[in-house]
């Protein structure tokens, strides 16, 4: 065994001066909230802080560069390792360490790994300082004991998860175009009005007729009625799953919380008992609105799970289609946040009566279920896709320790 300090150095990151933080910008700073607990780069792009000021030159990232978080800004984030994805864009902030390792010894995307071991993560922890808030250093990093493999190895071993990691992005990107093309039609079908008309030709673009609504302030097709958000889904919310733990030798469920919708489920994920109402069990595909601190939807794809309170799991009623009633949410959420843009404040959460003041206009049968024809191959490549991660997530997690330890080899 020896001491991580023998193969790598870790440098602090710089204090940047907050008059200079901006919603807008060039370069945006890196902070704890870009690592997943489990390790890898987390994009903040709702969240970003850019930073309009002057700065040291050596404080601007390089695309591959290896960085470390010194500080727990949430549960089990300490140590996490990202590699930063590209150039030019990420500022080296104080409380994330940015790493070099010395090649000869140890190879960058094998340390990547290693940090993400349960030896090296409950290392640190236990030399961590702190009480609420938990604090590594680069010294007592260095004082983290590991066995390494001959670099030839290291090399092997990290490319081979990294193959994982690469198709796991991928699909990634795959979701992130089939979800941009899912809104594009939405809002040509639903906001242009230039839904395809008995001939096939744009609705508005083509002479449909409109009528001008008085409570949206605007026209709309005829045919078209006016409604709220209650009429086209049922919104379960969660419950206290604290007071439902699972029973003596009862495997139980991982209670989804906003946590859970962004980060999937990780060791520190709670669980409740199997018996609490259907309604507040989840399950992939299932439409989930978080409603308290962050308005988002999403669909679910993490697996069975129990709904904790703060999140609706909406379900679809009438005619309209999960495909329709997840597009339809989406598009409103600006709605509310423009509320609070209004208010100059941040919305704390979305209660019964927002849901009951929403105005939208709701479209015929027909429409709906043309809509959905067109949208629902798009919703299942990408349900198919994160289902796929979910499990390469699950082989990655599995053989990373092993890999590691040397119990299994890459031939």
Same mark, same amino acid.
């Given at each position: 065994?020896?001491?991580?300090?023998?193969? @790598? =150095?870790?440098?602090?990151?710089?204090?940047?001066?907050?008059?200079?933080?901006?919603?807008?910008?060039?370069?945006?700073?890196?902070?704890?909230?870009?690592?997943?607990?489990?390790?890898?780069?987390?994009?903040?792009?709702?969240?970003?802080?850019?930073?309009?000021?002057?700065?040291?030159?050596?404080?601007?990232?390089?695309?591959?560069?290896?960085?470390?978080?010194?500080?727990?800004?949430?549960?089990?984030?300490?140590?996490?390792?990202?590699?930063?994805?590209?150039?030019n864009r990420y500022l080296h902030n104080q409380r994330v360490?940015?790493?070099?390792?010395?090649?000869?010894?140890?190879?960058?995307?094998? $340390?990547?790994? @290693?940090?993400?071991?349960?030896?090296?993560?409950?290392?640190?922890?236990?030399?961590?300082?702190?009480?609420?808030?938990?604090?590594?250093?680069?010294?007592?990093?260095?004082?983290?004991?590991?066995?390494? /493999?001959?670099?030839?190895?290291?090399?092997?071993?990290?490319?081979?998860?990294?193959?994982?990691?690469?198709?796991?992005?991928?699909?990634?990107?795959?979701?992130?175009?089939?979800?941009?093309?899912?809104?594009?039609?939405?809002?040509?079908?639903?906001?242009?009005?230039?839904?395809?008309?008995?001939?096939?030709? /744009?609705?508005? $673009?083509?002479?449909?007729?409109?009528?001008?609504?008085?409570?949206?302030?605007?026209?709309?097709?005829?045919?078209?009625?006016?409604?709220? @958000?209650?009429?086209?889904?049922?919104?379960?919310?969660?419950?206290?799953?604290?007071?439902?733990?699972?029973?003596?030798?009862?495997?139980?469920?991982?209670?989804?919380?906003?946590?859970?919708?962004?980060?999937?489920? =990780?060791?520190?994920?709670?669980?409740?008992?199997?018996?609490?109402?259907?309604?507040?069990?989840?399950?992939?595909?299932?439409?989930?609105?978080?409603?308290?601190?962050?308005?988002?939807?999403?669909?679910?794809?993490?697996?069975?799970?129990?709904?904790?309170?703060?999140?609706?799991?909406?379900?679809?009623?009438?005619?309209?289609?999960?495909?329709?009633?997840?597009?339809?949410?989406?598009?409103?959420?600006?709605?509310?946040?423009?509320?609070?843009?209004?208010?100059?404040?941040?919305?704390?959460?979305?209660?019964?009566?927002?849901?009951?003041?929403?105005?939208?206009?709701?479209?015929?049968?027909?429409?709906?279920?043309?809509?959905?024809?067109?949208?629902?191959?798009?919703?299942?490549?990408?349900?198919? $896709?994160?289902?796929?991660?979910?499990?390469?997530?699950?082989?990655?997690?599995? @053989?990373?320790?092993?890999?590691?330890?040397?119990?299994?080899?890459?031939?």
């Amino acid at each position: 065994m020896n001491k991580l300090g023998e193969y @790598l =150095t870790i440098k602090h990151g710089w204090a940047f001066k907050g008059e200079f933080f901006s919603e807008f910008g060039t370069q945006s700073i890196l902070t704890p909230g870009n690592f997943y607990e489990k390790g890898g780069f987390k994009h903040n792009d709702e969240k970003e802080r850019y930073y309009t000021g002057e700065y040291p030159p050596e404080y601007l990232c390089k695309k591959g560069d290896l960085i470390v978080a010194m500080t727990e800004q949430a549960a089990g984030l300490l140590g996490s390792t990202a590699i930063v994805p590209e150039d030019n864009r990420y500022l080296h902030n104080q409380r994330v360490g940015l790493i070099f390792c010395d090649e000869k010894k140890l190879v960058s995307l094998y $340390a990547y790994y @290693l940090f993400m071991t349960n030896s090296v993560r409950e290392q640190i922890a236990r030399s961590s300082s702190g009480t609420k808030v938990k604090h590594t250093s680069p010294e007592k990093i260095y004082d983290v004991q590991v066995c390494l /493999p001959d670099t030839k190895v290291q090399t092997i071993v990290s490319d081979f998860l990294w193959r994982i990691d690469s198709k796991i992005e991928v699909n990634n990107r795959i979701c992130t175009e089939l979800e941009a093309m899912a809104k594009t039609l939405y809002d040509y079908w639903f906001v242009q009005f230039d839904f395809p008309d008995a001939n096939g030709k /744009p609705y508005r $673009a083509s002479g449909g007729e409109m009528v001008w609504n008085e409570q949206l302030k605007r026209e709309i097709p005829k045919r078209w009625r006016i409604g709220n @958000l209650y009429d086209i889904a049922d919104f379960f919310n969660g419950i206290a799953c604290q007071r439902f733990r699972p029973r003596e030798n009862e495997d139980g469920l991982p209670v989804i919380k906003i946590k859970e919708m962004h980060d999937g489920i =990780t060791k520190n994920t709670e669980f409740v008992t199997e018996n609490i109402p259907e309604k507040n069990k989840i399950f992939d595909g299932d439409i989930l609105f978080s409603w308290s601190a962050t308005l988002e939807v999403m669909y679910w794809f993490g697996g069975n799970g129990g709904l904790n309170q703060h999140i609706f799991k909406v379900v679809p009623k009438g005619y309209f289609s999960n495909e329709y009633v997840y597009e339809q949410l989406s598009a409103y959420i600006i709605n509310f946040a423009k509320m609070a843009e209004a208010r100059k404040t941040t919305m704390g959460h979305i209660t019964t009566d927002h849901l009951e003041q929403s105005r939208i206009a709701f479209p015929p049968e027909e429409i709906v279920k043309r809509f959905t024809a067109v949208i629902q191959p798009l919703h299942r490549k990408s349900g198919q $896709a994160k289902q796929e991660n979910r499990e390469l997530l699950k082989l990655r997690d599995w @053989l990373l320790p092993m890999l590691m330890n040397g119990q299994a080899r890459v031939e």
